[in-house]
């Protein structure tokens, strides 16, 4: 515990001043394959997001729905990490998704907005739920297919599976009282 103080005294001078005093003992780095298969699950919700767009707005045979998709989600992604990650305690380290060291290879450290990272991360919580009714509207209006039901189930239990998954993480993260994608925050 005193070594964990004096790391967090230490990385205090670096980190947004409304960071500073909230942080909690948690671990101090996770394992890559802990990484790996938390970012592969939410890969894997976005393509499939992508792919459940594609027949829902088409031009010209191009879904128009999933080029905005797609830009939507690099976009944001790029965002939170500028503005979250920037200023966390993992800052150039393996948080639980491994998005500090993505931000410390593309960011200035603080050089984001924690009021602007709380806003991008209701991405989490606003696009399942719309792309779900999207894509059961469609579903319902155009009698789709097994195939695009069964991606429709699919992305629902991705999307129930990632509750538990990110709680594990956040529950055992240093900034979960006060990172604005905390699914545990003020615990």
């Not at 394992?31 to 027949?55: H, M």
Request: glycine share 6%; proline share 4%; hydrophobic share 50%.
């Amino acid at each position: 515990m005193k070594s964990f103080q004096f790391l967090i005294n230490k990385l205090a001078k670096y980190m947004y001043p409304c960071h500073t005093n909230k942080i909690l003992p948690g671990r101090n780095s996770f394992s890559i394959l802990w990484i790996i298969s938390e970012n592969t699950l939410y890969i894997s919700i976005w393509i499939l997001a992508g792919f459940l767009l594609v027949p829902v707005w088409q031009f010209a045979g191009i879904s128009i729905l999933t080029i905005v998709w797609a830009a939507i989600v690099i976009s944001i992604q790029l965002a939170l990490k500028k503005h979250n990650c920037s200023g966390c305690y993992y800052y150039d380290k393996r948080c639980h998704l491994g998005w500090g060291k993505i931000s410390s290879a593309l960011f200035e450290q603080d050089s984001g907005s924690p009021e602007l990272a709380q806003k991008l991360s209701l991405f989490y919580i606003v696009s399942p739920p719309l792309i779900a009714i999207v894509s059961i509207s469609y579903a319902l209006v155009e009698k789709a297919s097994i195939g695009f039901l069964g991606m429709i189930v699919l992305y629902i239990v991705l999307n129930a599976i990632t509750f538990p998954v990110r709680r594990k993480g956040c529950a055992v993260c240093a900034m979960r009282a006060t990172c604005p994608g905390s699914s545990v925050a003020n615990s």
